[in-house]
């Protein structure tokens, strides 16, 4: 079981930054990847990034390609998501996510089974 503990959200203008934080409370995140995900009111979840938490190998939404990046800290257990250039349409509250490898697409929600509390971003134009 992977405890994720999210922080870092808040109201940014656009154009912005904002850097996400999730910490996971575990014995070992090997074997383990890392989704970013964000819902926005009235829609469904949607994919924004995640990592290989082995190898590090990132990979990203098309939607936020050149502006959010993924990143890990080894040491602390902990997965960043800097978010560059915010827009409005950004707006959303943002999910980390845990789960081991499997055959499942790493963009789909279905592939993750721990879920952080999760953190309001809020992009004003």
């Known amino acids: 079981q992977v405890q994720l503990v999210e ?3 808040g109201l940014v203008q656009t154009g912005g930054s904002l850097r996400l934080s999730c910490t996971a409370r575990a014995r070992t995140l090997r074997f383990q990847r890392m989704g970013w995900f964000r ?4 829609k469904e979840r949607e994919f924004v990034g995640g990592i290989w938490w082995d190898s590090g190998t990132t990979y990203d939404a098309d939607s936020v390609k050149g ?3 993924v990143t890990r800290d080894d040491a ?3 997965v960043y998501l800097q978010m560059n250039n915010l827009k409005p349409e950004d707006t959303g509250v943002y999910y ?5 490898k499997s055959t499942l ?5 279905r592939a993750y089974s721990n879920w952080g509390q999760g953190t ?5 134009s």
């Open 67 to 69: 502006r959010f990046t």
């Open 7 to 9: 922080s870092g959200g």
């Open 105 to 109: 697409s790493g963009l789909t929600a």
């Open 96 to 100: 980390c996510a845990s789960g081991l």
């Open 39 to 42: 819902q926005a009111p009235g």
């Open 76 to 78: 602390k257990n902990t």
């Open 120 to 124: 309001q971003v809020t992009v004003s």
